[in-house]
């Protein structure tokens, strides 16, 4: 496997660390690690880029690598045995792709594939294994994460059963926004439809009256968010419930 080394890296642990490629981090569970557990891992990160629709983890495969998100999103999705699939979680720059190896398991029991271009840093799951006995406040981040990976799960598959497509068509975007850092967003119908686990002619309708209402912009394979605040307005409770809980635990572990 390619390795990427670090060149200078600053004292101040919060600060953006670089790799030899003078590429910065983006991931934050990597830039809340102390500098001295940072040195320890960043040899065996590999510098990835991933391309929309890509698949990191297969549902029932072994886990071979693990992922810190850098760039772009991840859409965690869980399949049924006649393939359709439904989105049950988001992974941005925040996060980690890869959590049930923390815990000792091989296998992940969901999906997850890129929703847009973007890039990561990998590392195999036998030296991330070996490594977090020495990286404890590493370890304690993903494992917090994957907390936050698992509210945000039973949220959205609440909000699935409960709200009408468009509330969460506005909520899907939302998050995505937030995680992907920018206006505009690769996005198809059909794809989209798999991921609100609901037909393309009813995302179709749902996407065609936010874009009347001029809260979103949507072309063929691609949108583009408008008006955020307004968009929040039309959104479920779900995103607010989701933002308000992470914020909770955010600060009670400061």
Excluded at 58 to 76: D, H, Q
Excluded at 104 to 121: E, I, N, P
Excluded at 198 to 204: I, L
Excluded at 208 to 221: D, E, F, H, P, S
């Amino acid at each position: 496997m390619a390795k990427s080394r670090t060149g200078a890296v600053k004292t101040d642990p919060t600060a953006s660390y670089k790799d030899d490629e003078g590429r910065a981090v983006g991931n934050r569970i990597l830039l809340a690690t102390p500098r001295s557990e940072w040195l320890r891992i960043y040899p065996s990160l590999e510098f990835v880029r991933l391309k929309l629709h890509q698949v990191l983890h297969e549902a029932g495969e072994i886990l071979r690598s693990v992922y810190f998100m850098n760039e772009g999103l991840g859409s965690v999705l869980t399949v049924q045995p006649d393939g359709k699939s439904v989105e049950v979680g988001l992974i941005g720059r925040e996060g980690f792709v890869g959590v049930p190896v923390i815990f000792g398991f091989k296998t992940s029991a969901l999906r997850v594939v890129t929703q847009a271009d973007g890039t990561a840093y990998r590392i195999d799951v036998p030296t991330l294994l070996d490594l977090l006995p020495e990286c404890p406040v590493l370890e304690k981040k993903i494992q917090r994460f994957s907390m936050i990976l698992g509210m945000q799960s039973t949220q959205i598959a609440a909000c699935n059963r409960l709200h009408e497509v468009s509330e969460r068509l506005a909520r899907w975007l939302l998050m995505s926004h937030d995680r992907i850092g920018t206006d505009t967003m690769p996005l198809t119908q059909e794809f989209l439809g798999q991921m609100l686990g609901t037909r393309r002619s009813s995302v179709s309708l749902a996407a065609g009256a936010l874009q009347k209402a001029g809260l979103i912009k949507y072309t063929r394979g691609s949108v583009t968010v408008v008006d955020q605040r307004q968009l929040r307005e039309v959104a479920c409770d779900c995103y607010d419930i989701i933002q308000r809980q992470e914020t909770t635990w955010r600060a009670e572990t400061r």
